[in-house]
Antibody, heavy 119, light 106 residues
Framework: EVQLVQSGAEVKKPGESLRISCKGS????????ISWVRQMPGKGLEWLGR????????NYSPSFQGHVTISADKSISTAYLQWSSLKASDTAMYYC????????????WGQGTLVTVSS | SYELTQPPSVSVSPGQTASITCSGDKLGDKYASWYQQKPGQSPVLVIF???KRPSGIPERFSGSNSGNTATLTISGTQAMDEADYYCQAWDSSTGVFGGGTKLTVL
């Protein structure tokens, strides 16, 4: 069974750093790109960026470039999303998603990681 | 930056046909995908490459894409189809989602 299992909910203060993870199983991790998607409370889906786990090549949304970093460790089939300095406006659910290489539809999603940033 | 526009809400009676549109500049030149999200759940792919259905998605879900508009059609809508629906396309290497449409079955 194909699965993307994300790390647990986080509560952080503004200015703190954070890295959340997404572990793939049941498929060849390096054969599919991983995207990260944000959903702020009560709002729609926003695309942050994507990574090719085979070589760690990344693409970012212009809206998020420079504020988040996407990385991957293919040896443990895990992708990451990280912040160096969180803001209250980063409070959201974050999903990782597996992309079909070439046509780029999202084939499967993780369960989501809720990040709460509050002083 | 590229934008996709969806109506915020669509209402439909059970058994009737629901149509949800997604508009973007020359969207017909790109592939459109559609995702269904129910409260408290992760999204699910219901249409990809404009009109293809993943395995396990009922035949009542169909899609089209031409000109500036992609359309998700749900025939014989059921109560279980009540959800938020998002279109998505790619502008070069950047993914873009529409704002989402809340489908109400009443």
């Amino acid at each position: 069974e194909v699965q993307l299992v994300q790390s647990g909910a986080e509560v952080k203060k503004p200015g703190e750093s954070l890295r959340i993870s997404c572990k793939g199983s049941g498929y060849s991790f390096t054969s599919y790109w991983i995207s990260w998607v944000r959903q702020m409370p009560g709002k729609g889906l926003e695309w942050l960026g994507r990574i090719d786990p085979s070589d760690s090549h990344t693409n970012y949304s212009p809206s998020f470039q420079g504020h988040v970093t996407i990385s991957a460790d293919k040896s443990i089939s895990t992708a990451y999303l990280q912040w160096s300095s969180l803001k209250a406006s980063d409070t959201a659910m974050y999903y990782c998603a597996r992309l079909n290489r070439g046509t780029w539809e999202i084939l499967s999603w993780g369960q989501g990681t809720l990040v709460t940033v509050s002083s | 930056s590229y934008e996709l526009t969806q109506p915020p809400s669509v209402s439909v009676s059970p058994g009737q046909t629901a149509s949800i549109t997604c508009s973007g500049d020359k969207l017909g030149d790109k592939y459109a995908s559609w995702y269904q999200q129910k409260p408290g759940q992760s999204p699910v792919l219901v249409i990809f490459q404009d009109s293809k259905r993943p395995s396990g998605i009922p035949e009542r879900f169909s899609g089209s894409n031409s000109g500036n508009t992609a359309t998700l059609t749900i025939s014989g809508t059921q109560a279980m189809d009540e959800a938020d629906y998002y279109c998505q396309a790619w502008d070069s290497s950047t993914g873009v989602f529409g704002g989402g449409t809340k489908l109400t079955v009443l």
